[in-house]
């Protein structure tokens, strides 16, 4: 029985600060605006809309909380990196990013979602940096690996792990494709073992 299937929706706030007292773990999902992180959750959680694929770029960003039936929770945080989005407004969401990422206890782990094909975006190492000092472990999912072909999948993979290899943290990576299914087993038993529920 997957960890995730039967995840519910919870709530969702505009700030970090707005999010209830924890109740139990929490992984957070980050990843660039349009990276397929809403994809990538209602994959995992075996669900086509929990949350929202289409979305309006830019519109007023919102975290999203889903619940497990073991009481642990995902925080779907807002892509990032949206061009349209003023500096002043990108300036103030990455302040409350920070202070999330760097100071909730509930929080175990984070995911970060990139694009196969593009990697480590500064602004994913700035997530990274930001995350890093917690000492807490970091996977990556490249997805839209079924873009990609075989070898392009690996020297994608091989590149970001060479990258994170020296980061002195946790940093785990592994090809995902929400259209074709694939990676799910393994992202299931990463942040599974993060639950300490390796099996799933
Ligand atoms: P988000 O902004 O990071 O939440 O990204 P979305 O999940 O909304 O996905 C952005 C776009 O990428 C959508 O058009 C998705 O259909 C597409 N997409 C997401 N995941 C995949 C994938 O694994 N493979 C392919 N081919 N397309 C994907």
């Known amino acids: 029985m997957s960890l995730f299937r039967h995840a519910v929706f919870e709530i969702s706030v505009a700030k970090p600060q ?27 959680v075996g669900h086509t809309r929990l949350a929202f694929v289409s979305k309006v770029p830019g519109r007023t960003q919102l975290i999203n909380l889903f619940r497990l ?56 190492r700035q997530m990274l940096n930001w995350f890093g000092p917690t000492g807490k472990p970091v996977h ?35 090809l995902f494709s929400s259209l074709k299914k694939t990676g799910l087993e393994e992202a299931e038993s990463v942040i599974g073992g993060w639950l300490g529920n390796p099996e799933c």
Request: charged share 20%; aromatic share 4%; hydrophobic share 45%.
């Open 140 to 174: 990556c999912l490249l997805t839209k690996a079924d873009k990609l072909t075989r070898s392009e999948q690996a020297q994608a993979l091989r590149a970001v792990q060479a990258e994170v290899a020296d980061a002195g943290v946790p940093i785990t990576a592994q």
């Open 69 to 124: 039936k073991n009481g642990a929770a995902l925080v779907d945080l807002p892509g990032y990196g949206y061009a349209q989005v003023p500096m002043a407004v990108r300036r103030q969401w990455q302040a409350l990013l920070e202070i999330y990422l760097a100071r909730r206890q509930a929080l175990i782990g984070l995911v970060m979602i990139m694009d196969a094909r593009r990697p480590l975006t500064d602004l994913d």
């Open 18 to 44: 707005d999010l209830p007292e924890p109740t139990g773990p929490e992984i957070a999902f980050a990843g660039r605006s349009n990276a397929g992180k809403s994809s990538a959750i209602n994959t995992l």
